[in-house]
């Protein structure tokens, strides 16, 4: 009843926000790699085979949707209803096989599938490659950096070691500082484009959580479940660059304690990790919002 009455209604909101997040995400956040996953634009060496390796596991999943949806649509998912229907309403039993089955079990399934195989081939799986891509892509970025910056630092250092060099210790430590001051700045910009990913999965979450549920099969649950859980693999992906980080933070203050120079507290207050947490949290308003629904779905969760 509760389906009937208000299914198309949830089911329009449902298609709403995901084509936005598709908008949003894919043609706006991540619009470089969607052209370069596509291949509608020049892919640097670097990330060619992260590209065709996400490319080939979008395929393998886009061959099995083809074919485990339409089974599900078709055969499983009437079959299913017609024994929950028969179970529940022993006096008025409708068989699958008869015209009226086929009206009540098969028809808003096969009406369905259309839908579903959009939904799932065009919108998800689309979004989620990209993200994934590009969590892999900006991954290999900040390594890559990180290891650029490093051999600067060391060029840098090495300065000191000469007496000719005219450029005071002080101009030599600022050097480094100011590397290091770089490379977070980029990398606090790279987290940007993931604060809307984490947005827009608490909005998902959210909806189905409170309402989207309601009108949703076992195995289309299922499925939501594993498309939030790819778009979530893209964050842990992107959290895990936090290492090259740490990485040239430590090497940066090595040179700066092997230099003898005299601003290393200064160094080490400006980007300890709550410092870094502060500035990402300052930056993107996405955080903040994002955080708040998930409290709101955890307390629900505790109360339910």
Not at 203 to 223: C, D, Q, R
């Amino acid at each position: 009843q509760e389906f009937t009455e208000y299914g198309w209604i949830i089911e329009l909101i449902r298609t709403l926000i995901f084509t936005l997040a598709e908008i949003y995400i894919g043609f706006i956040v991540f619009s470089q790699e969607l052209r370069e996953f596509f291949g509608l634009g020049n892919t640097l060496p670097e990330y060619i085979k992260a590209r065709n390796f996400i490319r080939i596991v979008m395929l393998a999943i886009a061959v099995a949707t083809i074919i485990i949806v339409p089974y599900y649509h078709l055969d499983l998912a009437p079959h299913k209803l017609a024994n929950v229907w028969n179970s529940k309403n022993p006096k008025n039993r409708v068989l699958l096989e008869s015209n009226d089955g086929f009206a009540w079990y098969k028809l808003p399934y096969l009406c369905y599938l259309p839908y579903s195989l959009i939904n799932y081939i065009f919108v998800w799986l689309p979004v989620s490659s990209v993200t994934i891509y590009a969590a892999i892509k900006d991954s290999i970025f900040l390594n890559l950096y990180q290891i650029k910056i490093r051999d600067k630092q060391v060029k840098i250092a090495l300065l000191n070691q000469h007496s000719f060099f005219v450029s005071s210790k002080k101009n030599i430590c600022q050097k480094i500082a100011n590397n290091f001051t770089e490379f977070s700045r980029i990398f606090v910009e790279r987290i940007g484009n993931y604060t809307a990913v984490f947005l827009a999965i608490n909005i998902g979450i959210g909806f189905e959580v409170v309402y989207g549920s309601k009108t949703l099969a076992e195995m289309a649950i299922l499925w939501r479940s594993v498309g939030y859980f790819v778009c979530i693999m893209a964050l842990l992906i992107i959290l895990l660059g936090y290492r090259f980080y740490e990485k040239s933070l430590h090497e940066s203050t090595n040179l700066l304690l092997e230099i003898n120079c005299s601003n290393i507290d200064d160094f080490q207050n400006q980007n300890s990790v709550t410092r870094f947490i502060r500035r990402v949290f300052n930056t993107y308003f996405n955080l903040y919002l994002g955080i708040i629904i998930t409290t709101l779905l955890l307390i629900r969760a505790l109360l339910s």
